[in-house]
């Protein structure tokens, strides 16, 4: 059973930078073929997919959050990492990773999801 644990601040100040880790268990980040991904839903809105990191070190962003992110892991630590810099109360949101195999929507794994309010 693979499990998917967020950590990180839950109260970021405007214009700095949010960083959130993924801890996994039960599973390598480095088997093939899936895809570790971070998702957030600010509040009263959809789930947004923002990038991930492939069983190969590959990562892929969001275009509308390209600039502002960026994805990396720690596999002796079975970990990645998502960072958003200058971030802005619209960047308020609950955030999620999760497992995704095949496709990149394709989840099988979540973690609980951590709040992230962005706040002076």
């Known amino acids: 059973q693979v499990q ?3 950590s990180g ?7 700095q930078t949010l960083s ?3 801890i996994v268990s039960g599973g ?7 895809y570790w991904s971070w998702i957030r839903q ?17 990562t892929l962003y969001s275009p509308s959050l390209n600039s502002r992110t960026s994805i990396s892991r720690d596999t002796s ?11 802005t ?4 949101a609950l955030y999620y990773c999760a497992r995704a195999q095949g496709g ?13 309010t962005v706040s002076s």
Not at 9 to 15: D, E, F, I, N, T
Not at 104 to 116: A, E, K, P
Request: a negative charge.
């Open 4 to 6: 998917l644990q967020e």
């Open 9 to 15: 601040p839950g109260l970021v100040k405007p214009s």
């Open 20 to 22: 959130l880790t993924c």
């Open 28 to 34: 390598s980040i480095t088997t093939n073929y899936y």
């Open 42 to 58: 600010p509040p009263g809105k959809g789930l947004e997919w923002m990038g991930a990191i492939a069983s190969s070190g590959t």
């Open 77 to 87: 630590k079975n970990q990645f990492t998502l960072q958003l810099t200058s971030v």
């Open 89 to 92: 109360p619209e960047d308020t």
């Open 104 to 116: 990149l929507n394709d989840y099988d794994y979540w973690g609980q999801g951590t709040q992230v």
